[in-house]
T-cell receptor, first 117, second 113 residues
Framework: GAVVSQHPSWVICKSGTSVKIECRSL??????MFWYRQFPKQSLMLMAT?????????EQGVEKDKFLINHASLTLSTLTVTSAHPEDSSFYIC?????????????FGNGTRLTVT | GESVGLHLPTLSVQEGDNSIINCAYS??????FIWYKQESGKGPQFIID?????DKRQGQRVTVLLNKTVKHLSLQIAATQPGDSAVYFC????????????FGKGTMLLVSP
């Protein structure tokens, strides 16, 4: 089945530093990947849509300069949290579909727990 | 799904019981629906999906029912097992180009032996 891998699974960083999270599709190509954020006991909130070879599309209220997305290949998207602050601490999850079309299930990575101290 | 809440509704069942988890969605234009299971510290795992031209779909031990009239979706789990304990999310998608999903608030299912 389709596998999406995220790395790292958890990271602790100091306030003001930047953190990069990788999302890879292991056995399929994905022209589009999605980044979500999830707070404890809450649902997933879409942050941005990552498009291979072009700029990401950000949801309303998500700062594009704060959350840098790069989708340089058909199997890798990265999310960089720049100048992280404690309020950025959250669970970040990426997803992709192996079918490249709508109305097909998204497959999710296992998430990255970010803690900013 | 509907807008995110600040706490998760919880459904507690005994092992072997049938479980029914409900979800309401708000966009009448949604035409594709998915149920995901999320275990603690992990990403969501696909369970079953249904398209708007259907009102019922069955999988292994799971059944999804769709009522477009009242914009309601349910997930039925037969013979619930302790391993089914997790948070369950519904998600819907509408014709807007690529498949972006809107997630519901989630329901925590607790199965006791």
């Amino acid at each position: 089945g389709a596998v999406v891998s995220q790395h790292p699974s958890w990271v602790i960083c100091k306030s003001g530093t930047s953190v990069k999270i990788e999302c890879r599709s292991l056995d399929f190509q994905a022209t589009t990947m999605f980044w979500y954020r999830q707070f404890p006991k809450q649902s997933l909130m879409l942050m941005a849509t990552s498009n291979e070879g072009s700029k990401a599309t950000y949801e309303q209220g998500v700062e594009k300069d704060k959350f840098l997305i790069n989708h340089a290949s058909l199997t890798l998207s990265t999310l960089t949290v720049t100048s992280a602050h404690p309020e950025d601490s959250s669970f970040y999850i990426c997803s992709a579909s192996p079918y490249g079309e709508r109305n097909s299930p998204l497959h999710f990575g296992n998430g990255t727990r970010l803690t900013v101290t | 799904g509907e807008s995110v809440g600040l706490h998760l509704p919880t459904l507690s069942v005994q092992e072997g019981d049938n479980s029914i988890i409900n979800c309401a969605y708000s966009n009448s234009a949604s035409d594709y629906f998915i149920w995901y299971k999320q275990e603690s510290g992990k990403g969501p795992q696909f369970i079953i999906d249904i398209r708007s031209n259907m009102d019922k779909r069955q999988g292994q031990r799971v059944t999804v029912l769709l009522n477009k009239t009242v914009k309601h979706l349910s997930l039925q789990i037969a013979a619930t097992q302790p391993g089914d304990s997790a948070v369950y999310f519904c998600a819907d998608s509408f014709p807007s180009g690529y498949s972006t999903l809107t997630f519901g608030k989630g329901t925590m299912l607790l199965v006791s032996p």
